[in-house]
């Protein structure tokens, strides 16, 4: 089973699978993660290629960089970007995520100030959700808006938040009021991370990329800083969550090490390989109609639940399966010129823990589905 498309869809994915098959856009990608250790590239100039041609942020109106299509073709480009290798968070973070939630719930002026700059490639973003001691769990956050006259000043701590380093702004979760329900006052800031009042560290993993701690120290805010209702954030997060839990990312990860663990195999692994193949099958399914939901503007917080789950784990199966097959020659990175596939087995393996925590861990995923669909108690 495969996802429909229609023609004009299926000629898109043509088009950006020819531009992303160029011997420029390979061999920047493929430097871009040869990189000193310690080092990692940001927007890419195929991410601006990509923003001039209106395709960076395609479901966006185009006088906000975008070409007025959907979510489908928006989709269609993540997948095929990861498939050719191109690192995506500097730009799914910034533009599928953030992004999208300025252009459903921003002001007019918030749109114009963020949207054209993030369409075009020219600056990104990122998300300011987990907290040292909060994770999946976001009515715990304890960062505080304090208000400071017409506006507010943020403290607190977040952490895991990835490629802050190059962001120029971030979507922060503050509390701004405290009341018997945890849900109730939290609210969405839109924050400047190269400022004063924020200090970004390192926080090094074993993934690709790299993780930071941001500590809000004090940095002001304004109401037009504000996305959404003061207070009322939580239900931001509602629609936000859905759009960064579709699994699409996961599923096509998946494919990709799952296409190159197929040529460097060894006899004798075919049915190990249909046993992934189909397992990658249904991944991709379960991400593709997270999307059609949202295209069809009817979001299903357990189906995005249940996607995320099953696309992260069935990632990290694969990426373990291929180091199980391979060997030792799976964990040669990038830089070892004797390295399978160009690093693909080692950077999926050393990811593949991350992914199953990411946008919610699977424990938390299952705890939602069976207490939300199930009915089962808490």
């Given amino acids: 089973m495969m996802p429909a498309f229609t023609s004009e869809q299926d000629g898109f994915r043509q088009e950006v699978c020819k531009l992303l098959c160029e011997d420029a856009v390979s061999a920047e990608i493929a430097q871009s993660r040869r990189m000193?250790?310690?080092?990692?590239?940001?927007?890419?100039?195929?991410?601006?290629?990509?923003?001039?041609l209106g395709w960076l942020a395609i479901n966006w109106p185009e006088r906000y960089g975008g070409s007025g299509a959907t979510i489908v073709e928006k989709a269609i480009l993540t997948e095929e970007m990861i498939r050719h290798g191109v690192p995506e968070n500097v730009h799914s973070l910034g533009i599928d995520i953030v992004g999208n939630a300025i252009h459903l719930f921003g002001t007019p002026e918030q749109k114009e100030r963020f949207l054209p700059s993030l369409a075009r490639g020219e600056i990104t973003a990122n998300v300011l959700f987990s907290e040292p001691d909060v994770g999946s769990d976001l009515a715990s956050l304890t960062t505080r808006a304090e208000p400071d006259g017409d506006g507010w000043r943020l403290y607190g701590r977040k952490i895991y938040n990835m490629k802050a380093q190059h962001s120029e702004f971030a979507l922060c979760a503050a509390r701004t009021s405290t009341g018997p329900v945890n849900f109730s006052g939290i609210t969405l800031f839109l924050v400047p991370l190269q400022s004063l009042g924020t200090v970004i560290e390192p926080v090094w993993n074993l993934s690709e990329e790299r993780f930071d701690l941001v500590t809000l120290d004090g940095i002001r805010v304004g109401r037009e800083d504000v996305l959404g209702e003061v207070d009322?954030?939580?239900?931001?997060?509602?629609?936000?969550?859905?759009?960064?839990?579709?699994?699409?990312?996961?599923?096509?990860?998946?494919?990709?090490?799952?296409?190159?663990?197929?040529?460097?195999?060894?006899?004798?692994?075919?049915?190990?390989?249909?046993?992934?193949e189909t397992r990658v099958r249904a991944a991709r399914l379960l991400a593709w109609r997270c999307i059609t939901n949202l295209h069809e503007e009817r979001p299903d917080e357990v189906h995005s639940a249940t996607a995320k789950w099953y696309t992260s784990e069935t990632a990290k199966e694969v990426s373990l399966a291929a180091v199980e097959l391979l060997g030792p020659w799976a964990?040669?990175?990038?830089?070892?010129?004797?390295?399978?596939?160009?690093?693909?087995?080692?950077?999926?393996?050393?990811?593949?823990?991350?992914?199953?925590?990411?946008q919610g861990s699977s424990e938390i995923m299952l705890f939602f589905i069976a207490t939300s669909k199930l009915g089962l108690p808490s």
Avoid: I, M
């Avoid at 000193?36 to 001039?52: A, F, I, N, T």
């Avoid at 009322?232 to 663990?261: C, F, I, M």
């Avoid at 990038?334 to 992914?355: H, I, M, Q, S």
């Fill in 36 to 52: 000193p250790y310690g080092q990692e590239s940001g927007l890419l100039d195929v991410h601006r290629r990509l923003g001039k």
């Fill in 232 to 276: 009322d954030g939580w239900q931001v997060l509602g629609r936000v969550l859905p759009l960064e839990r579709t699994g699409l990312d996961h599923s096509a990860k998946a494919e990709r090490t799952l296409s190159a663990l197929r040529e460097h195999a060894p006899p004798g692994c075919e049915e190990r390989l249909a046993q992934l």
């Fill in 331 to 358: 964990l040669l990175d990038a830089r070892d010129p004797e390295a399978l596939a160009e690093g693909v087995f080692d950077a999926a393996f050393r990811e593949a823990p991350g992914l199953t925590l990411a």
